[in-house]
């Protein structure tokens, strides 16, 4: 790194330092190399425009499509959902995604505009979604408004009736490569969750949902006589983070489920995605759990809470039993707030948690701490006012603190609290507590 910092100018260098702090030095040259996407980026929408470029530049202003689908025929492979729009070319394809079966709903990450959505499945079984293999599309184009999303993120689109049995052909150029992922893993060392794909999602939010195509991902199949507790990382985190926490659970009481997504998006976005998996736990039957809990780790608890917030905006869910958080920064991070000044390309995560940002503002006013028990671990270095990463001050937000159940600190760092024992039997006590 001192190599590196030697060739650039002070003030890149001062931008550098800041990355080092708020994410380490192996993210130094991923951020590089996110700046200089960005400009380019930046340089080819000005010449050529597009919807996608659009969405890639700024990913807070786009929203997620999401609709219901049913198979008229039965079909239990994934399907393929594109959306077209003609907002600067004729027919521009914005995404093309796989939806894993069971496919009950589409997803779509889109700006505001008018799309048209086509719906494509693997009737050949040829390992492609093809042209002639469309199984449903839009009559009339969907028109995604801003005004219309109540959460953030959210913008319901209409329900389609896809039918396998009667395909047809369309104009549009898809020959996209079949992907099967699946949501079950024997167990976190799997390479699925390398920590390279957490720093991935940071940085290049298309490529890691490229790599995962999917949001949650468990251990074991899913048992609606078991307590779910959900899994939540922070910035540039995976499930392995949480390896040590998970394996002292009792499997035959509890299943651990894990949330991975990009921590480089607007956090009030995948607040509102967790939030959104949440409510459809509730609402399905075939995923409907005895009860649930959410467990996270840094930035994660503020992605947590902030979907706990919507999801108790019209009062608590009756199977959602607690809430606990380690080590996370509810007062923000000073060095994102230089970070958000200083940088030439800001990551949006970097924008909520600057002191005092709308995000955290937004979080504070939630009811969700005073509606569901909540328990609040912090770490401490000796001789240390922080974890080495986030300062108590922050990580005891007096707001936040005080709408805490109860606290709890321990001598640990910022990881280092998920991998020590006696911080594993006081979560496992707490957990046994709320599940009565």
């Not at 998970?246 to 607040?271: E, H, N, T, V, W």
């Not at 001789?383 to 606290?407: N, P, W």
Request: proline letters at 6%; hydrophobic letters at 40%; aromatic letters at 12%.
């Amino acid at each position: 790194m001192l190599k590196i910092l030697k060739k650039l100018t002070p003030q890149i260098s001062f931008i550098i330092m800041l990355v080092f702090f708020l994410a380490g030095c192996s993210h130094v040259g991923k951020y590089l190399d996110f700046w200089k996407t960005k400009r380019a980026e930046t340089k080819e929408f000005s010449v050529e425009p597009t919807a996608k470029l659009l969405r890639d530049l700024h990913p807070g202003d786009s929203f997620m499509l999401l609709g219901p689908v049913k198979l008229k025929m039965a079909y239990q492979g994934p399907v393929l959902v594109v959306a077209v729009t003609d907002m600067f070319k004729k027919r521009e394809i914005v995404t093309e995604r796989i939806l894993q079966p069971p496919v009950l709903y589409y997803q779509a990450y889109l700006p505001e505009g008018k799309y048209d959505l086509y719906f494509f499945a693997d009737l050949n079984e040829n390992g492609y979604f093809e042209a002639q293999e469309m199984i449903g599309q839009t009559g009339t184009p969907i028109l995604l408004r801003k005004e219309e999303v109540k959460d953030g993120l959210t913008f319901y689109g209409p329900a389609f009736a896809l039918d396998a049995g009667r395909p047809s052909r369309t104009d549009l150029p898809v020959k996209v490569r079949v992907r099967q992922q699946d949501t079950v893993f024997a167990s976190l060392d799997d390479p699925f969750f390398d920590p390279q794909y957490g720093e991935i999602g940071m940085y290049d939010p298309k490529k890691f949902l490229a790599h995962t195509q999917r949001f949650v991902f468990s251990l074991d199949k899913f048992n609606a006589d078991k307590t779910v507790v959900i899994f939540v990382h922070g910035v540039s985190g995976t499930p392995r983070d949480f390896e040590y926490l998970a394996d002292g659970l009792d499997r035959q009481r509890y299943q651990p489920f894990f949330f991975f997504y990009p921590s480089g998006m607007p956090l009030q976005k995948i607040g509102s995605l967790l939030a959104e998996i949440l409510k459809i736990m509730g609402e399905k039957e075939e995923f409907r759990p005895k009860n649930a809990m959410v467990v996270a780790h840094s930035m994660g608890g503020l992605v947590s809470l902030a979907a706990l917030n919507e999801l108790c905006r019209n009062g608590k869910p009756s199977y959602l039993k607690g809430y606990i958080s380690f080590n996370s920064p509810y007062g923000g991070v000073e060095a994102a707030q230089k970070a958000v000044e200083s940088a030439p390309a800001v990551l949006p995560a970097w924008v909520d948690v600057a002191p005092g940002s709308p995000f955290l503002k937004k979080l504070y006013e939630g009811s969700a701490p005073r509606e569901i028990p909540f328990h609040l671990f912090f770490g401490y270095e000796t001789g240390d006012s922080s974890d080495g990463t986030i300062t108590l001050q922050s990580q005891l937000e007096q707001r936040i603190q005080f709408a805490a159940s109860k606290t709890y600190g321990f001598n640990a760092s910022h990881v280092g609290i998920l991998n020590d024992e006696q911080v594993r039997q006081t979560f496992i006590r707490i957990l046994k507590e709320m599940n009565k």
